[in-house]
């Protein structure tokens, strides 16, 4: 089963809205990453938070982590249509497996005009 | 900076073929990571390099074998292609291990038939 998953699998809103997706894991972790991939294009880096943190920001992105319940979210306010891709968490193991990333399926996100 | 560049863009390949995708990164990374991405699937880790020299398998090894003789170089060999590694190739680096921010390259789109 997957490390991370990535909840909704699809989401569309309206440009200026907020959009949230959220990410659950199933393993304790050292740090959780949170990647955007814009269609035929490689994965970009959005933002790392660390197990012993809680929140992080960076522009108009917000990220929480709970470790007690394994779950983070990204929250992109004021969207644009340029935020339209798809938005993977990816998670390591600090218990187990110590060579990779896991990444989840994604979340489509649409933004319309 | 080019940061990671990988080729061909995209290639046919008959089954059977061997074939080499190349990968080279500028950022002197140390680590460095084949995955493939398929529909359904996400993304899936095939080998890894921490650093010149070392290899390891990742998820997905079989039919796969990859070279790190330098930084820079990161090759991923199909010796004998099959239709089910038809998929959508990507390398990726980081400066320390897995557990650190990913670049990621634009990808090979691979179709075997």
């Known amino acids: 089963s997957q490390q991370g998953e990535e909840d909704p699998q699809a989401l569309s809103i309206q440009e200026g809205e907020n959009a949230t997706m959220n990410c659950s894991y199933k393993?304790?972790?050292?740090?959780l990453q949170w990647y955007r991939q814009n269609s035929g294009r490689g994965l970009v880096h959005l933002i790392l938070?660390?197990?012993?943190?809680r929140e992080k920001h960076s522009g108009r992105l917000r990220v929480t982590l709970d470790t007690s319940k394994k779950s983070s979210s990204l929250l992109i306010t004021a969207s644009r249509a340029a935020d339209t891709a798809s938005y993977f968490c990816?998670?390591?193991?600090?218990?187990?497996?110590?060579?990779?990333?896991?990444f989840g399926k994604g979340t489509l996100l649409t933004v319309n005009p | 900076t080019a940061g990671i560049t990988q080729a061909p863009t995209s290639q046919i390949l008959a089954a059977g073929r061997s074939m080499t995708l190349r990968c080279t990164q500028d950022m002197r990374h140390n680590a460095m990571y084949w995955y493939r991405q398929d529909l359904g699937l996400g993304l899936r880790l095939i080998h890894y390099s921490n650093t010149a020299g070392t290899t390891g398998k990742g998820e997905v090894p079989d039919g796969y074998s990859v070279s790190r003789a330098n930084t820079d170089d990161f090759p991923l060999t199909l010796a004998s292609a099959v239709p089910s590694q038809t998929s959508v190739y990507f390398c990726?680096?980081?400066?320390?291990?897995?557990?650190?921010?990913?670049?990621f390259g634009p990808g090979t789109r691979l179709t075997v038939l």
């Open positions: 990726a680096s980081s400066a320390l291990g897995y557990t650190d921010t990913q670049y």
């Open positions: 990816a998670t390591d193991d600090s218990g187990g497996s110590n060579y990779k990333l896991t």
């Open positions: 393993t304790s972790i050292n740090n």
């Open positions: 938070i660390r197990s012993n943190e």
